[in-house]
Nanobody, 114 residues
Framework: QVQLVESGGGLVQAGGSLRLSCAAS????????MGWYRQAPGKQRELVAR???????NYADSVKSRFTISRGNAENLVYLQMNSLKPEDTAVYYC????????WGQGTQVTVSS
């Protein structure tokens, strides 16, 4: 059974940094991409950043130049380095693995205080 476990969320002041990690356990075949989404209260879930199996990345406009997505040495690890955090980055962040199936983590809360 596949599980995605996120870590690294928390409370930080505006301008600070956090690094989110996601580890996938279980067998996942044919990974197309790994990514991070977020959902703020009252808003729809949105893509934050994604990295394909080939290493291509794309980011939401709101986080470009501030966030960096990367893969770990092991195929089942993905990170999100978040710098210059803003209060509007406050949300629950979800790890996603797009493969033959679509897998989701349970989310980690990121709160940025002004």
């Amino acid at each position: 059974q596949v599980q995605l476990v996120e870590s690294g969320g928390g409370l930080v002041q505006a301008g600070g940094s956090l690094r989110l990690s996601c580890a996938a356990s279980g067998s996942i075949f044919s990974i197309v991409a790994m990514g991070w989404y977020r959902q703020a209260p009252g808003k729809q879930r949105e893509l934050v950043a994604r990295i394909t199996s080939g290493g291509s990345t794309n980011y939401a406009d709101s986080v470009k130049s501030r966030f960096t997505i990367s893969r770990g040495n092991a195929e089942n690890l993905v990170y999100l380095q978040m710098n210059s955090l803003k209060p509007e980055d406050t949300a629950v962040y979800y790890c996603n693995v797009l493969a033959y199936y679509d897998y989701w983590g349970q989310g980690t809360q990121v709160t940025v205080s002004s």
